[in-house]
């Protein structure tokens, strides 16, 4: 603080000055002029002076503090700025690379919601259901056909579809704890065939919007579907064209065996009954190679058989791995095929003079997987096992067991030794030997049979001791399943 | 005097079938021969034969429209039909059965069970 006379032109010649200080440095000088003398200036004015100097001092620190913090606030919001830019440019790349992906699907895509309104689709889906183009654009406004009811745009199996994964799942109280794969066959526009897989969407509970999907499983509520659609038609007509391959090679190659077979039984017949007897038998060499003549025959038709079985299981097969079965996924009960299979063999059982003993149990679950099929080699394992019984009783079970429902024939032939056993159901298995009676199985080949259980998740094996007869079990799935791993990749 | 019908496009099958009943031909049975469905189909109609060996794979007509024209349709009593075919799975069988088929026999067959079910049925 400082006091002095000064001069000026008004002719206040008193001053007070007070260093205007901060952060210890000096920034200015306040300065009191006054008509009156340093003397005359009193005490409060003074201290007024002094008091104002601290003031300003302190004003302008918090002022530089917040320009300070203003400053920092800037560079945050500059950085959350540059943040949000490359986040939105990242997320228009990605939007943009999802578009690109679902606009250029081969597949169709077509997304519903709750009320089984379209919220999302592909340019694909217009094409291959050949809908009016005025649905997607019209006056400028692409995309009218959002929020149309499927049901008012679509007909057909595919609405089937759909209703099978609302009737799952619209109950939120009741959802599965599997997420099902509904799939079927559906006829698109211009007579072609396309196949269709519609899955359940969920949302959480919270989200705001219905385009936030979860993984958190035990917070979910179903929300709609999401439906692609495969053009099968080139496929169809491929399977078609090796289903028919199948079915020309199947006819041509067994028709001139059976001729084989056929002329040389009744070759071996007519020789042994008509010619054999006429034969001078005491002409060594005569009688040998009439020996040999009747052998030879024998091997013929023998071999001829063995042929035939090859075959037989060869397409089996081919008809597997071309994709030509088809695999069902359908729940159904297990005693009305054991039943229809009994039926179907029941004329073997009594050439054979055969009985049949079931043994079923009540209140079996439904099983799981393709019924034919199931079908198919129960009739196979019966047949095998009249083929290779001569007498008594082949017994038919099936009991619940962990892995489902078990089957179990047991005949009472002459059985199989171990290590023979363990081959059984290999592939292409010696035709002919397998069996301690020396025969070979019929029907579908056991390599196939064991295919088909292992592909539904089953597995088959055998008990047998010779001569104490064979006891063959497989185990059926049940109850629901989600879809199937693809054929192509068991074999 | 019994008939039995024999159908089947493949010359070599029906010769086969046509040897494999000669020594009934002697007990008295005729045998009777076509080349294709239709055929098969009007002798049928016109022979009324009691037994029918039916292909199924033959032009102009299967074995199974065959079958189920003279079972479903005609309701033509006593024949009895065999279909006699490469088709071997069981679901084949099962289609057999539908056209109402009396038995279906899978090729290559052994002519002893042809000679026995003739005897059986006849």
Known sequence: MESGTDKSPSGLKEYIKAALKHDFKNLSVISAISASSREEADEELISLIKTLAEEYGEYISAAEKIVGELAESKRQIEELLEYKNLQEENLMKSRG???AIITNMADALIVIDGDKKIISFNSAFASMFMLDPGLFIKENCPGLILGMSIESVLGGGIIGLVNNVFKSYADTSAVPDGEKLFSSEISLGGGRTGRAMATPMFVKPSAAGPSQPVSDKSARIFSGAVITVRDTTEEKETESMKSDFIRLMSHALKAPLTSVIGFSEIAHKKFTESILPLIDTEDKKIKKISGQIEGNLSIIAEEGKNLASLISDVLDIAKIESGNTGWKEENFSIRPLIDYSMKLTSSLFQQKGLSGELEIEEDLPEAFGDKEKYTQIIMSIISNAIKHSNEGTIKLAAESCENGIMITVADCGAGITKEKAEKLFDKFRPGGDAFSDGSSGTGLGLHVCSHIIKHYGGKIWVESEESKGSTFRFTVPTGFRSSCKPHADVI | MPKVLIADDEPHIRLLLEQTLEDLEDEGLEIIVAE??????????????????????????????????????????????????????????LKGMESGADMYMTKPFNPDDIINKVREIL
């Not at chain 2, 009007?42 to 199974?64: Q, S, T, Y």
Request: proline residues 3%; hydrophobic residues 45%; glycine residues 6%.
């Open chain 1, 97 to 99: 690379l999802y578009s």
């Open chain 2, 36 to 93: 294709n469905g239709a055929e098969a189909l009007k002798a049928i109609k016109e022979n009324k034969p009691d037994m029918v060996f039916l292909d199924v794979m033959m032009p102009k007509m299967n074995g199974f429209e065959v079958c189920s024209e003279v079972k479903n349709n005609l309701k033509i009593q006593g024949v009895y039909i065999i279909l006699l075919t490469a088709k071997g799975q069981e679901i084949d069988k």
